[in-house]
């Protein structure tokens, strides 16, 4: 019977990891076998994570926050969790080879998923100039030309933040009208920098080594054309990794697990949750470092009130014992 089981080894999992592990939990983190160590492993530098001045790679950064959390006694295993039991005192994940694992507390730290486009060559140039996320990588399209895919607010947000380093962003959109709030199209249409190409969508991406272009391809007649770029940020969303809890935890209007306040309990006891699968907004490592700490915490509090209630009960037991008349010995008799 393990303490805790966390399941995702993102920036929120191996920190959760690092705090249970450095309070004697000996916790066991669930990895998966094919995506380990989250989105970032597909992000090249890092420079808004505190503590690395000089930028880090993300695949650098995820194998620093392992070696850490294992530095501790944290347990890792490459495999896919299957099924999970989360209602009752003890919890069970079972694992795509078979193993099934019981644990007192499951931190759920799944991160979310971007949503692509699914061409052949967003993978293969993902980091040399397609990105998900301006925030982290803006800064490395100084004055150069670059598009955003989307019409919503994230797009809106996405493409006025990147005017601050580019030196000019097209907004690439299906329709003739974005479902971005009005506020946030407004503040894009009054952008110098920001241009629309209305009714297009991206057919293909250009480039050997790095972005150097895309096929737009009218949703009206059908007709091709290149826009040369030297970035393209797609930002038509996300989704959480929830589809193991359905109808187990609540979910909130979102889609992401709903916790309690500024907390990582969900609505089953013993069960928390860090990082990107509660959080539709921020999305960042950071953040979800800083959730996978308050996981931790939680489910260290949560184990303590455990083996207290369970040392109480086991008092109340042996003081009741200790009161109970004893039976007498039985006594002896002789037919005669």
């Known amino acids: 019977m393990r303490q805790v089981i966390i399941i995702g080894s993102g920036p929120a999992g191996y920190t959760a990891a690092i705090y249970a592990a450095r309070a004697s939990l000996q916790p066991l983190l669930v990895a998966s076998s094919v995506e380990a160590g989250g989105e970032l492993m597909n992000t090249t530098e890092i420079e808004n994570f505190p503590g690395f001045p000089e930028g880090i790679q993300g695949p650098e950064l995820m194998m620093k926050l392992q070696e850490q ?91 006025t933040f990147l005017t601050r380093f580019a030196s000019k962003v097209y907004v690439i ?18 952008n110098e920098k920001i241009e629309f190409v209305w009714n297009s969508e991206v057919a293909g991406i250009t480039g050997a080594d790095a972005v150097d272009g895309v096929t737009l391809r009218s949703t009206i007649d059908g007709t091709e054309t290149h826009l040369p770029l030297g970035g393209l940020f797609i930002a038509i969303g996300n989704d959480p990794r929830t589809h193991l809890i359905h ?46 700490t308050i996981a931790a915490l939680d489910a260290e509090h949560y184990l303590a009130d455990l083996e207290q209630a369970a040392g109480e009960a086991s008092a109340i037991g042996e003081a009741q014992t200790a009161g109970r008349p004893q039976p007498a010995d039985p006594v002896l008799t002789t037919t005669v």
């Open 69 to 159: 959390a294992e530095r501790f006694g944290t347990e890792v295993l490459y495999d896919d969790v299957t099924e999970l039991k989360l209602d009752g005192d003890v919890k069970t994940v079972t694992l795509g080879n078979g193993q099934v694992h019981e644990a007192h507390t499951v931190i759920f730290a799944t991160g979310s998923a971007y949503r692509k486009l699914g061409l052949h060559d967003e993978e293969r140039l993902s980091g040399h100039g397609v990105s998900w996320c301006a925030t982290c990588d803006g800064f490395f399209f100084k004055e150069k030309t670059i598009a955003v895919i989307g019409g919503g607010d994230s797009a809106m947000e996405e493409a």
């Open 173 to 190: 959109h299906r329709k003739d009208t974005l479902r971005a709030s009005k506020i946030m199209q407004d503040r894009a249409f009054a």
């Open 247 to 292: 109808g187990q935890l609540e979910l909130a209007p979102e889609g992401t697990i709903a916790v309690k306040g500024r907390s990582s309990k969900t609505n089953l006891p013993g069960v928390f949750a860090a990082g990107d699968v509660i959080d539709p907004t921020y999305r960042q490592a950071i953040t979800a470092a800083g959730s996978g």
